[in-house]
Nanobody, 130 residues
Framework: QLRLMESGGASVQAGGSLTLSCSAT????????MAWVRQAPGKEPEGIAT??????????LYADSVKGRFTISRDNTENTLSLRMDELEVEDTALYYC?????????????????????RGPGTQVTVSP
């Protein structure tokens, strides 16, 4: 079992930067595809970034809405996942959470579907003001 906990959310002005962290406790963290998902009020969850499990050479995936502004990374020795967010926009306001996806299904869509991800954290709030 894997337990995930996000941190780093804050209120920032548009154009600013934030780095979110997701700390994992449990076994086999490196074997999971990890993802960042966000959900704004009244909207469906949006998978914004994925990074594959250890040993797989797939490049990280990004949603078009964040490509070029956000960077996902992971440290398999520390069991952490990060999301560097630059050039933040008001539209980035959302609850951000990390998910762990099993078995070669490392896609943005799978990261948002409860039937495909195995674990998720409670989330951390990011609010971007004009």
């Amino acid at each position: 079992q894997l337990r995930l906990m996000e941190s780093g959310g804050a209120s920032v002005q548009a154009g600013g930067s934030l780095t979110l962290s997701c700390s994992a406790t449990g076994k086999y963290y490196s074997t999971y595809c990890m993802a960042w998902v966000r959900q704004a009020p009244g909207k469906e969850p949006e998978g914004i970034a994925t990074i594959d499990s250890e040993g797989r050479n797939n490049q990280p995936l990004y949603a078009d809405s964040v490509k070029g502004r956000f960077t996902i990374s992971r440290d398999n020795t520390e069991n952490t996942l990060s999301l560097r967010m630059d050039e933040l926009e008001v539209e980035d306001t959302a609850l951000y959470y990390c998910t762990a996806v099993m078995g070669g299904l490392c896609t943005l869509a799978a990261a948002t579907r409860p039937k495909d991800f195995r674990y998720r954290g409670p989330g951390t709030q990011v609010t971007v003001s004009p």
